[in-house]
């Protein structure tokens, strides 16, 4: 599972139903600030293995509501993660989201959704959150601490069955990734926002 091991998630006076929402297990929704237009766009949830998307909807104004489908058996994977970490089920299969997608008309891809505490163009930062999701076929934990190239990597994870609430805690050194910690969470915290990430132009 690559993309747990290296984990590869200001209301500003808005109504708190312009908060972004996970409404376990399996919904998400919000509204997502840009200055792009999102005129006949749709935000897609593409996993990490399969074929399959796991969720999709049209975006209506800057508004959108997505449920997330449960993947294919065939579709879910083993844990990859080294012995130091502590898995409760080493037997247990998960899917990762490569990301949320958001397209434009006939299937133009112009960024990414994240959610997160910290809007994606700033300079310079010292720490940031986001949130990730992640599907798992059964009740089970990760906890523990471990260095690879120079970096901490934390773990406190509680998964329930179905779908899953993280968020990835990233504090940086001199523009550098120097500790990534993973927790669970039942919702998202209420200061974080729904930001379109554009795509870079070569």
């Avoid at 290296?6 to 919904?27: I, R, T, V, Y």
């Avoid at 796991?54 to 997505?66: C, P, Q, V, Y």
């Avoid at 970490?85 to 008309?105: E, H, M, Q």
């Avoid at 993973?182 to 930001?195: C, D, E, M, T």
């Amino acid at each position: 599972m690559a993309s747990v091991v290296m984990m590869s998630f200001q209301s500003c006076g808005k109504d708190k139903k312009d908060e972004p929402k996970a409404k376990l297990p399996n919904e998400i929704s919000g509204v997502i600030t840009t200055d792009e237009s999102l005129e006949d766009a749709s935000v897609y949830a593409v996993p990490d293995n399969g074929e399959s998307l796991l969720g999709e909807a049209k975006i209506t104004g800057k508004k959108f509501n997505l449920k997330f489908k449960s993947p294919a058996d065939k579709d879910l994977v083993e844990i990859g993660m080294k012995q130091e970490i502590n898995i409760s089920d080493r037997s247990a299969k998960v899917l990762t989201l490569k990301g949320l997608f958001i397209t434009k008309g006939k299937n133009k891809f112009i960024g990414t959704l994240l959610c997160s505490d910290t809007n994606p163009t700033t300079k310079d930062i010292k720490e940031k959150n986001t949130i990730d999701f992640i599907y798992v076929d059964r009740p089970f934990k990760i906890t523990g601490t471990v260095k690879d190239d120079n970096k901490e990597f934390v773990y406190n994870l509680d998964f329930k069955k179905g779908w899953n609430t993280l968020i990835l805690h990233v504090v940086y050194k001199n523009n550098k990734a120097v500790k990534v910690e993973r927790k669970s969470v039942s919702s998202i915290p209420s200061n974080y926002k729904w930001y379109l990430e554009l795509q870079e132009n070569d």
